[in-house]
């Protein structure tokens, strides 16, 4: 089955050697990575209302034949278990390849799954039940959340010492407590 048709860089009007961004068909300017549990999946509108100039959900543009040709949308959300940075990071630098956005926002939210284990536990029962070492799989240390403060802080760390992270880049870190809807700053690195 041929799908080429549906890629940009088969399109007559697509320049790939002369990409100027996406920006004009989609304003992107913040990524928000966030857990994927449902109870906290308006971590995305509660970030977009805090910063006040964000666009969430926003909706789609058409062209006149209704093909979807762009979005409103400013604020992207990537959810992961946990909402942990390193799972970002490819995120990160494809989106400031097709977009150059500005701004990274981490936020960890309450009685969040992440925080119910720690990582032996996990690396223990594969090794118990699937029969399988995964203790070098992944970073341990980005595996659970042991304390909120610190996993927070520790993304935005990461993020900043990470090279596919501009430098420019904003970084914000939040905790969300999810039967409020408080959304708490922990920390942020701007660059001036
Ligand atoms: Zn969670």
């Known amino acids: 089955m041929d799908l080429s048709e549906y890629e940009f860089r088969s399109q007559p009007w697509f320049d790939q050697e002369n990409f100027q961004g996406f920006n ?3 304003p992107m300017k913040t990524m928000v990575v966030h857990c994927f ?11 977009a209302k805090h910063f006040g100039d964000e ?11 209704g093909n979807r040709v762009g979005h409103t949308r400013t604020l992207f ?20 390849y097709l977009f150059r956005f500005t701004t990274v926002v981490v936020v960890h939210h309450s009685f969040c799954g ?11 029962r594969y090794r118990d039940e699937h029969n399988v070492d ?11 959340i042991p304390h909120f403060d610190e996993s927070i802080k520790y ?3 990461l993020l900043r010492s990470h090279p596919a992270v501009p430098r420019s880049t904003k970084l914000f870190g939040f905790f969300y407590e999810m ?9 942020r690195d701007v660059p001036a």
């Open 55 to 65: 666009v969430f959900p926003g909706e789609n543009v058409l062209d006149e034949n």
């Open 37 to 47: 549990d449902p109870r906290a999946a308006d971590i995305p509108d509660a970030v």
């Open 77 to 96: 959300s990537l959810a992961n278990a946990g909402g942990r940075a390193v799972d970002a990071l490819q995120a990160v630098a494809t989106m400031d």
């Open 155 to 157: 993304d935005l760390a």
């Open 24 to 26: 004009e068909a989609i």
């Open 179 to 187: 039967n409020t809807g408080e959304l708490i700053e922990i920390a």
């Open 114 to 124: 992440a925080t119910a284990f720690r990582p032996d536990q996990l690396i223990n």
């Open 134 to 144: 995964i203790s070098d799989a992944f970073r341990r240390d980005a595996l659970t």
